[in-house]
């Protein structure tokens, strides 16, 4: 989806808030009936015990969600999504933080979980 590469890094990242936006290239073309694109503006990330959260979010909205699992370098397998219009349920995916010249690029994410895909791809500005 990006084309910045990730970084290794610690198992657990630093905790960070990033400001931006969700978007998505053209070359994905329209979502597809069982896909669900992430609407955001922020993403946070933090460690929870054993397990990292990925949650994007977005100002003056009460819809979110949060991707769970754990981290190994700059990837993180999903084990779980939060949505908050819906229950959290077992899940299927992956979440990269991809880095250039030393600064996160993006964070992107995509799971599967009771027959719907899940994708949020969160870019800092510029745009």
């Given at each position: ?12 990242p630093p ?14 073309g329209p ?80 799971a599967q ?15």
């Open positions: 989806m990006l084309s910045a590469a990730p970084v290794s890094s610690d198992a657990n905790a960070f808030i990033l400001s931006g936006r969700c978007t998505y290239p053209a070359s994905l979502a597809q009936v069982a896909e669900i694109r992430i609407l955001c503006d922020s993403v946070a990330v933090r460690s929870d015990g054993a397990d990292t959260v990925i949650a994007f979010s977005r100002k003056f909205s009460e819809r979110w969600i949060r991707f769970s699992g754990e981290m190994s370098g700059p990837r993180m397998t999903v084990r779980r999504v939060h949505p908050s219009w819906d229950r959290s349920a077992p899940a299927r995916g992956a979440c990269t933080i991809f880095h250039k010249d030393d600064r996160v690029s993006a964070v992107s994410c995509v979980a009771g027959g719907r895909s899940f994708v949020a791809n969160l870019l800092p500005p510029p745009f």
